[in-house]
């Protein structure tokens, strides 16, 4: 990720609702959620500012949508997240990884991975 990319990914991040949003999303993990059930989950957000705060995520490339039948499912663009945390991490421990060991702790999924997923 280049600087331009991650300030438009921090400047879409940088809203409450909006980090609110993918928050929500990478909770519900790679099934993402339906619009309707994200504006519930933020106390019936209007569907216009629902929109909107979407759309900015969406344009920063840190969400995208599919179409389930009358539904619009989104969800976190995992990628692109690792790549704005790698963006911060990567000049970090400057040859002191003791450093980075909280941060790195942090960043461990508590999910065992399932050996039979095979998208990665």
């Known amino acids: 990720m ?6 438009s990914a921090f400047a879409a991040l940088a809203q409450e609702t ?3 949003i993918v ?10 959620r339906p619009a309707g059930a994200i504006g519930a989950a933020l106390g ?5 500012r629902l929109s909107f705060h ?5 344009h920063a ?10 539904s619009i499912i989104y969800s ?4 692109a997240l690792s790549d704005l945390i790698a ?10 990884p003791e450093v980075c060991a909280p941060a790195v702790a942090a960043l461990s999924c508590a999910c065992e991975p399932n050996k039979d997923d095979t998208h990665a």
């Open 61 to 70: 490339g840190l969400v995208q949508s599919r179409r389930d039948g009358r």
């Open 44 to 48: 019936d957000a209007s569907s216009s």
């Open 87 to 96: 963006f911060l991490m990567r000049d970090c421990c400057s040859g002191h």
């Open 23 to 32: 928050r929500l999303l990478v909770e519900a993990g790679p099934e993402g």
């Open 2 to 7: 280049d600087e331009t990319h991650a300030l």
């Open 18 to 20: 909006r980090l609110r």
């Open 54 to 58: 979407l759309s900015h995520l969406e």
């Open 76 to 79: 976190a663009v995992y990628p």
